[in-house]
Nanobody, 123 residues
Framework: QVQLVESGGELVQAGGSLRLSCAASGHTFSSYTMAWFRQAPGKEREFVAGISRSGGSTYYTDSKRGRFIISRDNAKNTMYLQMNSLKPEDTAVYYC????????????????WGQGTQVTVSS
């Protein structure tokens, strides 16, 4: 079982950038496909980006492609989400998630979750 802790969320102005981190512990980090999800107030949790075990493959929802970059450092047991050109609609709690059972873009595809980190983008 893996434990996940997100950090890096804060208040930022529109057009700014943030880098979120997800630190993993408890099991071999490189065994897990990882992903970032987010949940805005009153909305369902949605997929943002995913990355394969080795980091060699990444995937995004179309609206995030080009602005967000997911990466991981297996030596540091950490995943990242670089977010650029932030918009007010990016305001949400951002969660990292892990699975050792393949890949996916749905909440149900992931077994382990962090507690979330708040990102607020002001206009």
């Amino acid at each position: 079982q893996v434990q996940l802790v997100e950090s890096g969320g804060e208040l930022v102005q529109a057009g700014g950038s943030l880098r979120l981190s997800c630190a993993a512990s408890g099991h071999t980090f490189s065994s897990y496909t990882m992903a970032w999800f987010r949940q805005a107030p009153g909305k369902e949790r949605e997929f943002v980006a995913g990355i394969s075990r080795s980091g060699g493959s990444t995937y995004y929802t179309d609206s995030k492609r080009g602005r967000f970059i997911i990466s991981r450092d297996n030596a540091k047991n950490t995943m990242y989400l670089q977010m650029n050109s932030l918009k007010p609609e990016d305001t949400a709690v951002y969660y990292c998630a892990a699975t050792n059972m393949g890949t996916g873009v749905a909440v149900r595809d992931y077994d382990y979750w962090g507690q979330g980190t708040q990102v607020t983008v002001s206009s």
